[in-house]
């Protein structure tokens, strides 16, 4: 009985194993076929931009510029977290991380949206935290591309923050915008899944997915609570 119970377990095993080799191939193929676009795009927006003139055409070079980076830094993080995924025993590649810098890069690349919408941004004193770079990168665009979806289309108005406490640091990103309702707090950070009322916002519910991942990968949580004068505060706490 017990050699019957030991050969059903070793099957089990090499059929699990099976079904994780196949998964990282499709991983491996789906994110060559996502990153390939993403580098064309990177190389036609340089093309273009080289064409234009620096002071006739400044503002389009700077769109150019912005689109540029766009494509860069998603692709980075495309590159991290497939390699995260095929080794998530691996360290991450930390290093010493400017949160203010990473915000202000994070909104300009944002700024066509900022502006159609007149959203106002209050960003309060950041730190320097220990992290994967790029991974923190995808972490704050994918936080701040979800304020500003779900904010009220004309003069919303996004907070971001950040305080101490022992070694660990607390931040927060707080919006305008429908609170969402205490059944969807834990729900909206799985794969796939959107809040009810969504259908306004296009996406396909992976952005808090991958927030929820790297956080976690770094030591933290993340959660969101109703804002303190309505709205959606997301909260999470990374490593000092």
Known sequence: MLELETARLAARVEELEREKAAIEAFAAVAAHELVEPLVIAEAYAAMVSDRLDEELHAESRRD??????????????????????????????????????????????????VEARGARLKVGELPVVSGDESLLNGLFANLLMNALKYSPRRGAEIAIDATSEGRVWHFSVQSEGPTIPPEDRQRIFDAYQRGRGERRAQGAGLGLAICRRIVERHGGHIGVAPGSAGGNRFFFTLPA
């Open 64 to 113: 150019l510029a912005a689109l540029s980076r766009t494509a860069s830094r998603t692709r980075l993080l495309l590159e991290a977290l497939l390699h995260d995924a095929r080794s998530t025993e691996q360290q991450l590649a930390r290093r010493r991380v400017d949160i203010g810098a990473v915000v202000d890069d994070c909104l300009t690349i944002l700024r066509p949206e």
